[in-house]
């Protein structure tokens, strides 16, 4: 008999069924040679402190550094206190069962460095030396769970991936257990302070913004605008300089009145320039950015949209959802005008679907180098019936995008006109000649300048045009808005950078903050803890995470890019990099924050006193 242990119940079941497999036990279904059991996310994870001689909150316990790991079962609370869950116990031992029993293990948990971690904590805990092997797919879809038990890799060509993970969850417990005890200590015990490795680098990029933002002082400047006219359109242009006082703008003003009021035309056209530009297509979706348009377009959390999604991936509607590719292979894509043809017929993407079956696809989403486990998300092509509002907006926006990814360049014509009148006035207009990419969804160009104009009429150089109005504008310098789910994933991504070019951004996705698949959770841990909250769609710090934030926010805990070089130790741990090297650098960091927060949470008291 070979066992089939998946992350959760409902892929076990679609797994089951695609064997053939209908004989339902307690934890398991069986059949056709096989049994089919599941985890329900971590049921294992790294041993609190006291299993380790650490009881107490005691400074001089710390730092914690725990020779070997243990692993332990994962605990409730409950009116006893904390205890292992039974419902994680009675599953364990379902699970020791079958694999005693079995001759073969084959783990299809989710194909990622945390489905790994799932498992590899259940075998190595349960002491079992079967034999594994690993069913990776990219999609749930029945052709694709066929194909993948047909390609099954051997179980050791994820020992890298294990590693990595492994690095990971014993990282972020040194990290979290003794930073967290540590200001918590030294902030007199009144609170706990939970501290992590990706949680307060993300604490301190939403206060070091929100405090930027309150302590903005705008400046006051003012421009002067003219309006003229061709023959029947009316158009605007603005003198390129700003103005400090309303006087010197004012100056330029009467000069434009005191020219107008000699001549029958006021404005006399010094210089056109006119360029063709070509907008590229933006990439396939990965997880982060997926997030990024639906929390714009809908106000959807990234919690929510990862759930979501995933609900889409176990309906076989989506491919693997927690990816960090926006790539895919030559092999993927040439069942993309298959995927396409799908989509013909539907109310919102049919006209263009039918476009792209007849014409050349645009392959700036084909590289295959860029392709980590997993590629872009993409429509499965299975059909998608009646959805909840919620689940076809993000459907929607998975066969939206790659019907973008695949079409045509936009193609627009910008134009620049100078006008004299007394001194230089500008003129800017944008004029879209093709659509392509941008007719999916109608979008308007969020580039788009406050001042540009919708059209501009063709003037020539040396021509004469009415001014038929003017004024001054008063305007006000804007601080950087405050962090939405939608800006804060971008600012993940390169720890911080204000980087608007969606393939440089896409390179230092390897230093990012997090990952893909983790900085919903991120996101939802800080509000939990009680240190941001959600005003609309902005996320603002609360008192008490300003006052953590004060306290570390020139520490090595609070960096950012410190932390987004870990992320890509850990990436190039899954390579054969040194787990040593990593280990002992952690090791090291560990010790030093420790000292660092012992110090430094007195300031915290009165606060916490107060609150």
């Known amino acids: 008999m070979k066992v089939i242990i998946a992350e959760k119940p409902s892929v076990a079941r679609e797994l089951a069924k695609v064997f053939g497999a209908t004989n339902k036990k307690v934890g398991y279904i069986e059949g056709k040679g096989y049994s089919f059991t599941w985890a329900f996310g971590h049921l294992l994870q790294l041993a609190p402190p006291q299993d380790y001689g650490f009881y107490g909150w005691k400074k001089q316990n710390l730092p914690m550094l725990p020779q070997k790991f243990k692993l332990a079962v994962r605990k409730i609370k409950t009116k006893d206190g904390v205890v292992e869950d039974p419902a994680v116990r009675k599953q364990l031992d379902v699970i020791k069962y079958l694999f005693d029993e079995c001759t073969e293990i084959i783990v299809a948990t989710d194909a ?39 390609n099954l890799k051997p179980g050791t060509d994820y020992d890298t991936l294990f590693n990595s993970a492994h690095c990971r969850s014993e990282s972020d417990w040194l990290v979290g257990m003794n930073a967290t005890q540590a200001l918590s200590i030294s902030a007199g015990n009144r609170s706990v302070l939970s501290l992590g490795r990706v949680q307060t680098p993300t604490l301190a990029m939403i206060c070091s913004r929100y405090i930027e933002t309150k302590n903005f002082i705008p400046e006051i400047y003012f421009q002067v605008a003219i309006q003229l006219k061709k023959e029947e359109s009316l158009f605007r242009a603005i003198s390129p ?28 056209i010094v210089n056109v320039e006119a360029k063709a530009k070509k907008e ?28 979501i999604l995933q609900n889409l991936y176990e309906s076989k509607l989506v491919t693997y959802p927690r990816t960090g590719s926006r790539f895919i292979g030559d092999d993927v894509y040439a069942t993309v005008p298959g995927l396409i043809s799908k989509f013909t017929n539907h109310p919102l993407f049919g006209k263009d679907a039918a476009f792209l079956m007849e014409n050349k696809l645009n392959k700036r989403s084909v590289n295959a180098k860029k392709v980590t486990d997993h590629h872009a998300v993409l429509p499965t092509g299975e059909p998608a019936g009646q959805l909840s509002s919620d689940r076809q907006a993000v459907y929607d926006m998975v066969v939206g995008r790659m019907l973008e990814a695949f079409h045509q360049e936009c193609l627009k014509d910008t134009t620049k006109i100078t006008i004299n009148s007394g001194s230089d006035f500008v003129a800017n207009g ?25 059209t501009l009429p063709k003037v020539t150089k040396g021509e004469s045009l009415a001014i038929t109005n003017k004024a001054v504008l008063e305007k006000q310098t804007k601080p950087k808005p405050l962090f939405t789910e939608a800006t804060l994933l971008k600012a993940l991504e390169t720890c911080g950078k204000d980087i608007e070019d969606e393939e440089l951004r896409y390179a230092m996705k390897e230093s990012g903050l997090g990952t893909p698949a983790t900085r919903a959770s991120i996101i939802e841990t800080l509000i939990k803890r009680e240190y941001i909250g959600r005003e609309k769609k902005n996320l603002v710090p609360s008192k008490k995470g300003l006052a953590v934030y004060d ?12 932390t987004g070089q870990w992320e890509k130790r850990l990436e190039e741990i899954r390579s054969g990099a040194s787990v040593k090297d990593f280990k002992a650098e952690i090791t090291e960091y560990t010790k030093n924050i420790t000292q660092e927060l012992l110090a430094a949470g007195s300031s915290l008291y009165t606060v916490l006193k107060e609150g």
């Open 280 to 307: 590229t297509p933006p990439l396939l979706h990965d997880l982060s950015s997926l997030q990024q348009e639906a929390n714009k377009k809908k106000g959807y959390t990234a919690d929510q949209t990862l759930g």
């Open 551 to 562: 306290v570390v926010k020139n520490k090595k805990i609070a960096q950012a890019e410190l």
């Open 112 to 150: 990622g460095r945390e489905g790994e971690l799932i498992f590899r904590y259940i075998y190595y805990y349960l002491k079992c030396k079967k034999p594994f092997r690993r069913l990776w797919i990219s999609s749930q879809t029945d052709q694709a769970i066929k194909e993948g038990f047909r």
């Open 241 to 268: 300089k700003n103005f400090k006082s309303r006087e010197a703008a004012e100056a330029v003003l009467s000069q434009v009145l005191d020219l107008a009021s000699g001549h029958q035309q006021g404005g006399l």
């Open 430 to 454: 944008t004029v879209i000649r093709s659509a392509g990419w941008r007719s999916v969804f109608n979008d308007n160009d969020e580039e788009k300048k406050d001042d540009d104009n919708a």
